[in-house]
């Protein structure tokens, strides 16, 4: 009978021949278990024997490929003390000898005898062919014209060619696959079936056998994740009770948006449209705004916080920083000041509609009396922080959640608002990142949401003109600035006696927040003296009292400070329109989406502005983020940009932990099959909800992700 992957999963490695506790114990340290563990450990690269030279053919100056048999190693010391391991190899025919340079561990990988691979450029020494600190690959006495090289571990004691061996005995002792994947859909997409994949992404003939193996796992993984989310998707659609607003009549939005100095975007019209008609349903409704820096998604919050109100409802936003939640508090307050609601069972037919901050910094005694209110319904907006989520917060009847999101909320704590109010129903949410995210990221990461996108920026919007300024390029003198920095603090001090602002965001420091609010600290006096001379400066870092940095916040708001000196604490939604100038120091250490977060910290308002981002280029990545920015200012174009350059690991970061399956796929790479795998997914769950007719693909959803909403709803069908 055909294996599937969760009877592989019930046999420990132990089970093959030459895993014995030692080997077993090593293959733990790499988290390898189960047969099926060891079946998913994929080869990090191949050797294509095909394209393997002798000694004799090698080229001076070449890069080029070697087996060798190793004939003698020895270590010594250098005159500067370095270890240096000597070891002479041979092809049988020629010999050659490697150098390494401090790694004495060489003497004892590469003893007379051992089989190795030898990949480097070659040089002659005193006539000599030889390599130094040439790559080595292991692989005992491996044959085939392909070899896959696995992950080895020097210290685990774990060697590419053990691996290499015990999968070729899983391979054979397993026989055939099982698959989970319709024919038909194998077919249509033009994918090799699953047995075939596991051989030869183990045991390829040819590089092209490599690559169609890859594309069936690929698929795999990338079918499991989005069969996950779009299950999860549909359940809570038809499981979870929502709130059925009324939204026909929408006295208080438009109120609002008649009120507002500028009309709507189309795109804003658009997407309040989306969310309205959503709230209109008995189902919950569960969508993300995507939308670029600036592009007005406030106001999308707003819209929707006040249909919640309209129907006698609560909204909630909940920002990521103390900093964001009050200017949240701030602007939403200004936007509904004048507003009435009902106020049943008190004297007054109506009273003002209130909005209120709870934050780590409200009080004990305010908390208390504010959460009093807040379960009467005397508080109709509640913004915050994750404070909103802290035990004892309860609502009086909870109907719509705004979570500007930045990437620093988890699924978790979604959930956690969309906790049912007290007659079971949920509230509708909808989640707001601040920097976009391409499509197939999009799908993958929040591809349990709706999506809206914010496609316009609101009008009369000047471009923002991004300069990269090379540090000290033109300078003879070390230290001495260059013209394009004179010009940059010059176009500061102009703006600002313009009676506009400016921002200097400091060098990011990874290792310490101490070292970064050092630096911050340093630039700050050095400016007061130096370039800024005169000018009103305040500084805002991480160690600042939060306090303080309100106080400091306020007074760049109101421009009582010209300057805001700055570590990226101001890095999202802070929004200041007055604020023309953005000076990004050692820009080169920012990644694209912090950089274009940062840019879009100016130009909010009609005035011309400008971003200068300042720093050296020395790295090729660091060159491509700068050329990026000055290139485009369109967030989901750097977006890409970002993808291709980073790959996905940062993306996915926290928020997949645990359930993040990619092994082998890729977003970046891979984006066609993301999609490919989503419409699979949705014609899969739209026929078969509960997916009784696919039942090995819901038990590798179970075995695979570990989800438990999975296992919750397998243990009911
Ligand atoms: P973001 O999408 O980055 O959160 P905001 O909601 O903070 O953007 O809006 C950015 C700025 O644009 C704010 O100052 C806001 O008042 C202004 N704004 C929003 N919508 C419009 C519009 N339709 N027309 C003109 N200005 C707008
Ligand atoms: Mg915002």
Redesign the pocket.
């Known amino acids: 009978m055909a294996r599937s992957l969760s009877q592989l999963a019930g046999i420990p490695v132990t089970e093959l021949k030459g895993v014995g506790e030692a080997k077993a114990r090593s293959l733990a340290a790499v988290e390898v278990h189960t047969v099926l563990d060891l079946l998913t450990l994929y080869p990090r690269r191949y050797i294509d024997r095909t394209r393997e030279a002798r000694i004799a053919d090698l080229v001076e100056g070449e890069e080029a490929m070697v087996l060798v048999r190793v004939t003698r190693a020895s270590t010594r010391r250098t005159r500067n003390r370095k270890v240096m391991v000597t070891v002479d190899v041979t092809d049988g025919d020629r010999s050659l000898r490697a150098t390494f340079f401090n790694q004495p561990w060489r003497e004892r990988q590469l003893g007379p005898g051992t089989n190795a691979i030898l990949f480097g450029k070659l040089e002659r020494f005193g006539g000599r062919p030889q390599m130094t600190n040439p790559v080595v690959d292991l692989v005992g006495d491996r044959t085939g014209r392909i070899i896959a090289v696995y992950p080895q571990s020097e210290k685990a004691g774990l060697m590419s060619w053990d691996i290499a061996r015990w999968m070729e005995e899983v391979l054979e002792r397993a026989g055939e696959f099982a698959e989970p994947v319709a024919a038909s859909t194998l077919r249509r997409y033009g994918l090799t079936g699953r047995t075939r994949a596991f051989r030869h992404i183990h045991v390829p003939e040819s590089m092209a056998d490599v690559e169609v193996a890859r594309r069936r796992l690929v698929f795999d993984e990338l079918l499991r994740v989005q069969l996950s989310l779009v299950e999860r998707k549909h359940r809570l659609e038809v499981e979870s009770r929502g709130i059925e607003h009324p939204v026909d009549v929408l006295h208080h939005l438009a109120r609002f948006v008649d009120g507002?100095p500028?009309?709507?975007?189309g795109a804003?019209r658009r997407v309040i449209d989306e969310v309205r008609s959503d709230m209109g349903r008995p189902q919950p409704m569960h969508r993300l705004l995507q939308?670029?820096?600036?592009?007005?998604?406030?106001?999308v919050a707003v819209a929707m916080l006040l249909i919640a109100v309209e129907g006698g409802h609560q909204g909630a936003l909940m920002a990521p920083t103390g900093v964001l939640a009050e200017q949240h508090a701030a602007g939403v307050t200004a936007l509904l000041t004048g507003f009435e609601v009902d106020s049943p069972g008190t004297l007054l037919p109506t009273r003002p509609l209130a909005v209120e901050l709870l934050t780590n910094r409200t009080t004990a005694a305010e908390r208390r009396k504010l959460l009093g209110r807040l379960a009467g319904g005397e508080v109709d907006i509640l913004i915050g922080t994750h404070a909103l989520i802290q035990e004892g917060v309860e609502f009086g009847s909870l109907g719509a959640v705004v979570i500007d999101e930045q990437h620093r909320f988890g699924v978790e704590q979604r959930a956690a608002l969309r906790a049912a109010n007290v007659d079971g129903r949920v509230p509708d949410v909808l989640v707001?990142t601040?920097t976009p995210i391409p499509r197939t990221a999009a799908m993958t990461v929040y591809g349990d949401l709706d999506v809206s996108v914010?496609d316009e920026l609101?009008?009369?919007r000047t471009p923002i003109r991004t300069e990269w300024v090379e540090v000290g390029a033109d300078s003879e003198v070390e230290g001495q600035e260059s013209a394009a920095e004179v010009a940059m603090w010059e176009k500061v001090r102009s703006e600002v006696a313009a009676g506009r602002q400016a921002y200097v965001v400091c060098p990011l420091v990874d290792e310490s927040e101490k070292l970064e609010v050092a630096s911050a600290e340093a630039t700050f006096e050095q400016l007061q003296v130096t370039e800024l001379a005169g000018l009103r400066l305040g500084l805002l870092h991480g160690r600042v009292a939060p306090a303080d940095k309100e106080e400091t916040m306020g007074r760049f708001r109101r421009g009582e400070v010209d300057v805001l000196v700055a570590t990226t604490v101001i890095e999202v939604?802070v929004?200041v329109?007055n604020a023309t100038v953005m000076v990004i120091l050692d820009a080169d250490r920012f990644g694209i989406a912090q950089l274009h977060q940062l840019r879009?910290r100016v130009g909010?308002?009609a005035d011309r502005s400008w971003c200068y981002l300042v720093g050296s280029g020395a790295t090729p990545d660091g060159r491509a983020r700068l050329e990026a920015l000055v290139r485009s200012t369109d967030g989901f174009e750097l977006a890409e940009i970002d993808l291709d350059l980073r790959g996905e690991g940062t993306l996915m970061g926290e928020r997949q932990k645990g359930r993040n399956d990619l092994k082998l796929a890729s977003l970046r790479r891979d984006r066609d099959w993301v999609v490919k795998a989503r419409e699979v997914a949705i014609d899969i769950v739209a026929n078969d909800p509960t997916l009784d007719a696919h039942a090995m693909l819901a038990s590798e959803l179970a075995l695979i992700l570990g989800d438990d909403d999975t296992s919750e709803f397998l243990l009911k069908s």
């Open positions: 507002l500028f009309p709507l975007t804003q939308g670029d820096v600036g592009a007005g998604k406030t106001l707001m601040a914010l609101p009008p009369g939604g929004d329109p879009g909010r308002g």
